[in-house]
């Protein structure tokens, strides 16, 4: 006997449009590059954006401007998400710190806190000998 052939039946995949009150935006001002990462407040990433991504190249990639795209790039996701609270990490030394925090407060977003959490040196690792000529 044979089996009788089932019908396939075209099911489509929806997207659950997520919509979160708090979010938190994790900057790494690094001194060639600027990477911004959207997380929630467990740290599951949403979506990230850095110069590089933003279409800047070689030396312009680490200018405060390359910065501010990424930073309007993520500023559209989080419209998406119709998210009104933020939370900032910034991290690292680079030069887009200052031009990351004025593009998201030039919006209507509501800033809950800004942590700084950039790594520094205690102790370390000993010096090189002294160069004799």
Do not use: H, Y
């Amino acid at each position: 006997m044979a089996k009788k052939a089932t019908p396939k039946l075209n099911v489509r995949k929806t997207k659950i449009k997520q919509k979160l009150p708090v979010v938190r935006i994790c900057m790494r001002a690094q001194f060639n590059n600027s990477i911004i990462t959207l997380t929630d407040l467990e740290g599951k990433v949403l979506a990230w954006a850095s110069s590089g991504s933003s279409g800047f190249k070689g030396a312009k990639k680490k200018t405060p401007f390359a910065a501010q795209k990424a930073t309007e790039t993520i500023l559209e996701k989080i419209k998406q998400l119709e998210a009104t609270n933020v939370q900032i990490v910034i991290k690292g030394a680079g030069m887009a710190r200052d031009s990351f925090l004025r593009a998201i407060q030039a919006t209507d977003l509501q800033l809950d806190s800004i942590r700084d959490a950039t790594g520094f040196p205690f102790g370390g690792v000993r010096p090189s000998k002294r160069r004799r000529v």
